[in-house]
């Protein structure tokens, strides 16, 4: 999109919660001046709907800029941090980000629940095989007993 301000602002207008700005130029054609953009459009019309920064974050100081930028949460994804994802999701939640973690597989589902990620998304696509798996979600959603199921 030429203006995700705008298109953020729309989705909010519509109802949404939550809207994911892409911020990784080489893999979502976004940067950060799209994520601050939609920060201000949002909260023109919203208090309480979260901005989300999508990016394939793998530095620290990712983190810094999210929150630089307003961002209200931030996508970790499980198949890119491995072992760091822990460290990632403190940090993240000690500078005031919450966190989304992306998963994919069963043990990705397992270890974030182990390191008790508040917030868990299960996406159909494998980013590390690049395979789409359409009913990756639903098979994976019996790991979530009582909670209401993951985010889809």
Do not use: W
Request: hydrophobic share 45%; charged share 20%; proline share 4%.
């Amino acid at each position: 999109f030429d203006d995700a301000g705008r298109v953020a602002q729309a989705m909010v207008r519509l109802g949404a919660d939550a809207v994911f700005i892409n911020t990784d130029y080489p893999a979502y054609g976004g940067d950060m001046t799209e994520l601050k953009s939609a920060v201000k459009a949002v909260r023109a019309v919203s208090d309480t709907a979260a901005v989300v920064m999508k990016d394939v974050v793998v530095d620290e100081i990712q983190l810094g800029l999210a929150k630089e930028s307003g961002a209200d949460a931030i996508l970790l994804m499980s198949s890119v941090l491995g072992p760091a994802l822990e460290n990632f999701l403190n940090l993240a939640t000690t500078i005031g980000l919450e966190t989304i973690v992306e998963c994919h597989t069963k043990a990705e589902v397992e270890r974030a629940l182990e390191i008790m990620a508040p917030n868990i998304m299960i996406n159909n696509y494998d980013r590390v095989t690049g395979t789409y798996y359409p009913n990756q979600a639903i098979q994976l959603a019996g790991l979530f007993p009582g909670s209401g199921g993951p985010i889809i």
